[in-house]
């Protein structure tokens, strides 16, 4: 199983990124492997369809999300949405999202229902899973000011985001990829037929 965590904070010191950490040291524990996607440290510029020197960011994205069989997205919670760095991260992708397992962590000081939501209508129109709950933070109740975890109850949802994108994330690929290769099965899965994911 192969998970791909994508921080979507442009803060220096995101406590989004540190629970992204968390949760993929979980899933590697669980026997995943992993990788970060920071969108901070990654430029992607603002999406257009019809450029051509875009630099060598979206290009990066474009594999690590191929590579991936789940993707754990985290962002802060602006407005009730998502942030701009995700929404631009979506915007880049389409057929790559399709049969893959997605997760979400939000920072936010309201739950963060809505920006999730609205990442799961995101990834459904690019024909993507995602799991039916997210993970909400609040920094300044969830972490102390070294950066470490303060409340537990946080940390076991953690663990349980780990534990439930390494496990049905692996089913639900295995079975796309086989409704891939099954010319007969009617499975949505048959739009994406012989494709050449690993």
């Not at 989004?16 to 440290?41: I, N």
């Not at 690590?64 to 979506?90: L, Q, R």
Request: some cysteine; proline content about 5%; hydrophobic content about 40%.
């Amino acid at each position: 199983m192969r998970l791909l965590g994508v921080s979507g904070s442009m803060r220096e010191a995101s406590c989004g990124l540190k629970a992204l950490q968390l949760v993929l040291q979980d899933a590697q524990a669980q026997g995943a492997t992993t990788r970060v996607l920071d969108l901070r440290a990654t430029a992607l510029p603002m999406f257009q369809p019809d450029a051509v020197d875009v630099g060598p960011g979206p290009a990066l994205a474009r594999e690590a999300v191929e590579w991936a069989h789940g993707i754990i997205v985290v962002t802060p919670d602006y407005h009730g949405s998502m942030s701009g760095a995700v929404k631009n991260f979506f915007d880049y992708h389409w057929a790559e999202f399709a049969g893959k397992l997605f997760g979400y962590v939000c920072m936010s000081h309201e739950k963060g229902l809505t920006a999730m939501d609205q990442m799961r209508t995101a990834v459904r129109q690019c024909y993507g899973w995602s799991l039916p709950y997210g993970v909400s933070i609040h920094g300044e109740s969830d972490f102390s000011e070294a950066g470490l975890i303060i409340n537990p109850h946080l940390h076991q949802r953690l663990r349980i985001l780990a534990r439930d994108m390494t496990i049905y994330g692996r089913l639900i690929h295995d079975q796309f990829m086989r409704d891939q290769r099954d010319p007969e099965a009617a499975s949505f899965a048959n739009k994406y037929g012989n494709a050449k994911r690993p």
